[in-house]
């Protein structure tokens, strides 16, 4: 189960991503919401996230299958990159080519 609130209230995705540095901790703290314009969302079991998520077939290996709400049983965390990433050189470098995204869930 996705925690809504990992980061601080109502912040439950954080983001790692600069120019300048290789970050240790998230630099963005985003939101769970559907609509609220950042670029963190967390879609529910049983919705359907954005056309571009797709999960591993289980009747096919090696293939994916789109997320839709009769498939996505577990949810989804999606953030939105806006500005593409550079491919890696070498071991963080560029310093732009790393970066992560975190949440946290619960077994229950």
Excluded at 44 to 54: H, Q
């Amino acid at each position: 189960e996705f925690v809504p609130d990992s980061f601080t209230a109502g912040s439950g995705i954080g983001l790692a991503l600069d120019s300048s540095t290789l970050p240790s901790v998230p630099n963005f703290e985003l939101t769970n919401n559907l609509s609220d314009g950042d670029r963190g969302q967390f879609f529910n079991p049983g919705s359907t996230p954005p056309s571009l998520c797709v999960k591993a077939d289980p009747g096919n290996a090696g293939s994916t299958i789109p997320v839709t709400g009769s498939n996505n049983t577990t949810g989804a965390v999606v953030v939105t990159i806006t500005n593409p990433i550079p491919p890696a050189t070498g071991a963080g470098t560029p310093t732009n080519s790393y970066g992560f995204i975190r949440f946290r869930t619960v077994l229950k």
